[in-house]
């Protein structure tokens, strides 16, 4: 596997905490510890514009498929809503009252869901943006929100160090995975739907069945915190991104490590934490705490 630097887009002037893919393709929203959500051309690897103002960190940004909204998870708990076709910010949800971790969509059903610091997970219609229903998860942080690809599953990374599952036909809870000594960050499911990955301040991936819940394996995967975990969206693998300030591919079949980016390994990569990941295609893009987006080019 070659890892090749694709591109480095500048101009934030803190750090970024979250990226997000656009539904129009060649375009990318980040967002962090500035003023403003951005815009970026993939395609001409270069900054569009500043999508509108914010009045604190974001922590999250969300494109749900099918509809011309984006949302955008703030410290403060509000959610932004922004309509492409408007090009405006048409309402702010204010369901929670504290930071807004991750924001997933669960396209079958039009819903949206929100994890927040206050322990809750919120349902809303995506087509009218009511509110549905709220999961009291945890007395702690709801980190991180992973949609299995049947749409049947959700599995939440929490504070507590717990991975929770739920049935998300009637948000029903399934299970717990207690293995974590840490808090969970990340959590994500392989392509095939066959396992749930974990990702926790003690540096650790794990790896579930989502059939058993039995643990498969667990992979002392970096030397600090694993900030987010990615499956690629066709081929069998995922990335994983550190506080370490690296990026690793691993097989999604045989766990596997496949490669990684860092500077010790001769990289440009980033100088601080790498928070967020997204594949655009093959390509893998990263944001920092160095304020910095990247790219790279994945040869398989």
């Not at 997970?121 to 690809?149: C, E, F, M, Q, Y």
């Not at 540096?203 to 987010?228: G, R, Y």
Request: with cysteine; proline share 4%; charged share 20%.
């Amino acid at each position: 596997m070659k890892a090749e630097q694709a591109f480095e887009l500048t101009g934030h002037q803190n750090p970024i905490f979250t990226a997000e893919l656009s539904q129009k393709p060649g375009l990318l929203f980040t967002a962090g510890n500035d003023k403003g959500l951005v815009e970026w051309s993939l395609t001409k690897q270069e900054f569009i514009k500043v999508m509108f103002p914010v009045p604190g960190s974001v922590y999250a940004i969300h494109c749900p498929i099918g509809f011309p909204l984006m949302f955008a998870g703030m410290r403060n708990g509000h959610v932004l809503v922004f309509d492409f076709i408007e090009q405006k910010i048409i309402t702010t949800i204010r369901q929670h009252s504290k930071p807004i971790f991750d924001i997933k969509s669960i396209p079958n059903k039009s819903e949206l869901l929100i994890a927040s610091e206050d322990g809750s997970v919120s349902v809303w219609n995506l087509k009218d943006l009511g509110l549905l229903h709220t999961i009291k998860v945890s007395t702690d942080t709801v980190r991180s929100i992973a949609i299995s690809p049947n749409q049947q599953q959700m599995a939440l990374g929490c504070r507590d160090n717990q991975v929770r599952v739920y049935n998300t036909e009637d948000y029903s809870p399934v299970t717990t995975l207690s293995d974590h000594t840490m808090a969970v960050f990340t959590t994500e499911y392989t392509k095939d739907g066959r396992y749930i990955l974990s990702g926790a301040r003690d540096a650790l991936v794990k790896i579930w069945d989502t059939t058993t819940f039995e643990l498969i394996k667990s992979i002392p995967a970096h030397l600090f915190a694993v900030n987010h975990i990615l499956s690629h969206p066709t081929r069998p693998y995922f990335a994983t991104a550190s506080m370490d300030k690296s990026i690793k591919i691993w097989g999604a079949d045989d766990f596997k490590l496949y490669k990684i980016i860092s500077r010790e390994k001769g990289y440009a990569s980033h100088l601080l934490s790498i928070n967020k990941l997204a594949w655009d295609g093959d390509q893998l893009i990263s944001v920092s705490d160095d304020k910095r987006v990247l790219g790279w080019n994945i040869e398989f």
